[in-house]
């Protein structure tokens, strides 16, 4: 998610807020800003790019007022530009924003129909528009925050402040995370606490639709009909586990939001964004290798160049999630490289004798890179003679070390047992080496390459979005805990994601649930479904959705309850859905990296709805290093 940082107190807002900004780094940004109060008016600094780029238009800019707001955005209505960072500002407001605005266009019409004049291609600009319009009319702030609410439709976290009320910071929220930090005779609202951890240890978090007025030293949460709620103040354990959480209940949810992050760390060593092209590096091809006489050691993307441009064949193995993310890179291989493509399972591969052909790449995927299973099928496939690669998200560790090439997840320590983040890292990754792989192979042209490089860089803001919903399977889980089995469906690249999704359920909330390819639904499936049967169906806008829809209405016919993922608002798939949650638009090779971000959500507050400890599911251990 974006990063916010709100201030009220006696040190200097600027300090504060560039600090708390620099702590919120690792969710990922396109560009900052801030505004802070000065001789009476508010002083606004963006900048896109690197908070660095932000602190170098501060450093000479000084300011007397005690208020301010900051904000890191990735961008969701709007492309990464100066004038779509926040904060926004209309006509004395000044607000920053996390989330999405689901109904903006029908607000932007009434505002342009009014005389509005909109500067932005946001949705946050249009929150100032109507703050605007009704501190106009109320002359004051919390109550012009109270009479928008209702209007707003979408999952939003918003703080704001009026050159009128110097001394008032207004914070409203339903879905993103915002808490108030409660210090000496100064407050803070920030979208995680690790923002201003070093400033209190005290905070209050607030609930959807609940709105917070900061006045001098006074805090006073409301309920959004204006009644005044008192809220418990939970004192923060600073013990090295508190602080790696970051402020969230558990790892696991602190890793699902770090996703937007995760996936720019995985591609931002291999994209050429100059020339939007795949360049692989640091992959290693440098040592003895089978078949290959000389290397240069100083030319890493020459050496994997010579190296892959032999590769006739590819073999995946791996085990659990990775497994899942193996099948997915079947897909994109096979369909962008024109390469044939094997997936194995890494306990079956090593024990019935495996033939591996001349000119084979061997990949094999570990989170760990201590998986025993995965190390031994590396070890037997080197013995065989085969190239291997490795994707891994620990360096130097016995995977790593084993494999010819490595490939590298980048996605932080992963400290929840399910994993997360590690996965869509690794379909990122895997979307990289199979446009490099089909460069070398002349099976797509420099255009095709640029499509399929801008897909994967849009990718970070596109899964902010989807995770601006992430309260509504909140809402769902305490209904959907009902059922007595769950059965997750897609077709193409959307069926390994339904089996991860499926596993997550497993894994996470022990209920019974199965992924199968939805074509499958006839030779056998259909006899579980009827009413207590829940049917997941990932049915991305791609060239299977007709057929998919059609499996769909077929779940549908013997009583099944669907909860729909689709591309967009589809009236159809609404009406027919229990649940039905519009991704984002995207290329076919981002859909699996969107799609499967609801899935986890969903194990996540199934599992917690049931009273379950998210972080170690029972029975299972985060790195399996025993058969």
């Not at 061997?362 to 890179?369: E, K, Y």
């Not at 209405?553 to 649940?579: D, F, P």
Request: charged residues 25%; aromatic residues 6%.
């Amino acid at each position: 998610m974006c990063g916010i940082v709100g201030y009220l107190g006696p040190l200097n807002p600027k300090d504060v807020i560039v600090g708390g900004l620099k702590k919120l780094e690792y969710r990922g940004y396109d560009s900052a800003g801030v505004a802070i109060l000065h001789d009476g008016r508010t002083k606004r600094v963006r900048a896109e790019g690197k908070l660095k780029f932000l602190e170098e238009k501060l450093a000479h800019e000084s300011f007397n007022g005690h208020l301010g707001i900051g904000h890191t955005r990735w961008a969701t209505h709007g492309g990464p530009s100066e004038r779509n960072a926040h904060p926004h500002q209309v006509r004395g407001i000044s607000l920053v924003h996390n989330g999405i605005i689901e109904n903006y266009a029908e607000i932007r019409r009434e505002l342009l129909a009014r005389g509005a004049d909109i500067s932005s291609d946001t949705d946050t600009e249009l929150v100032a528009h109507l703050l605007a319009e009704e501190v106009d009319r109320t002359g004051h702030l919390l109550k012009a925050v109270q009479n928008i609410l209702d209007r707003l439709q979408g999952a939003f976290s918003i703080v704001a402040m009026w050159e009128k009320e110097p001394d008032t910071m207004v914070a409203f929220k339903d879905g993103p995370p915002l808490v108030v930090g409660l210090g000496d005779q100064q407050t803070f609202v920030v979208s995680d606490v690790q923002a201003c951890l070093q400033y209190t240890k005290k905070f209050i978090y607030l609930e959807d639709r609940e709105i917070v007025e900061v006045k001098g030293a006074q805090v006073q949460v409301y309920s959004s009909r204006g009644v005044p709620i008192t809220k418990k103040v939970v004192e923060i354990d600073l013990s090295p586990e508190s602080v790696e959480k970051q402020g969230h209940p558990h790892f696991m949810l602190k890793e699902i939001y770090e996703q937007p992050r995760a996936v720019a760390a995985a591609m931002e060593p291999h994209i050429d964004t100059r020339n939007f092209a795949v360049r692989l590096k640091n992959v290693g091809f440098n040592e003895p290798l089978p078949g290959v006489d000389s290397l240069d050691p100083l030319k890493d993307w020459e050496n994997t160049r010579k190296i892959l441009n032999g590769v006739e064949r590819v073999m995946f193995i791996a085990c659990g999630t990775s497994s899942y993310a193996a099948m997915v890179g079947k897909y994109l291989i096979e369909t962008i490289a024109r390469i044939p493509v094997e997936t194995d399972i890494a306990s079956e591969f090593r024990y019935r004798h495996p033939v591996i052909p001349p000119n084979t790449l061997v990949i094999t995927i570990s989170q760990s890179g201590e998986t025993a299973d995965t190390l031994a099928a590396i070890r037997l496939a080197k013995e065989k003679g085969a190239l291997t690669l490795s994707i891994c998200n620990v360096r130097h560790s016995s995977i790593d070390r084993e494999a010819h090439g490595h490939l590298y997840m980048n996605s932080g320590p992963e400290i929840g047992v399910a994993s997360t983040k590690a996965f869509t890292s690794t379909l990122t990754v895997l979307n990289c080496l199979s446009v490099a792989l089909g460069r070398l192979k002349n099976a797509i042209n420099a255009a095709e390459e640029k499509e399929f490089v801008q897909a994967l860089l849009s990718a970070p803001s596109q899964l902010e979005v989807v995770l601006s919903y992430d309260k509504y399977f909140g809402e769902a889980a305490n209904r959907l805990k009902l059922f007595r089995g769950f059965l997750y469906m897609g077709r193409g690249v959307s069926f390994p994601i339904a089996m991860e999704g499926a596993l997550k359920l497993k894994e996470l909330a022990y209920l019974h649930a199965e992924g199968y390819a939805a074509g499958e639904m006839k030779h056998g499936p259909l006899a579980l479904i009827d009413e207590n049967m829940a049917i997941v169906m990932i049915i991305p806008a791609d060239q299977l959705f007709e057929k998919t829809l059609s499996n769909l209405e077929e779940a549908r016919a013997r009583g099944g309850k669907v909860i729909c993922l689709s591309t967009g608002e589809h009236e159809h798939l609404r009406k027919v859905s229990e649940y039905y949650l519009p991704l984002p638009k995207a290329h076919w090779t981002v859909n699996p990296i969107l799609s499967v971000i609801p899935l986890q959500l969903l194990s996540y507050h199934m599992a917690c709805n049931l009273g379950y400890d998210v972080d170690q599911p029972r029975n299972l251990a985060k790195s399996v290093t025993v058969e």
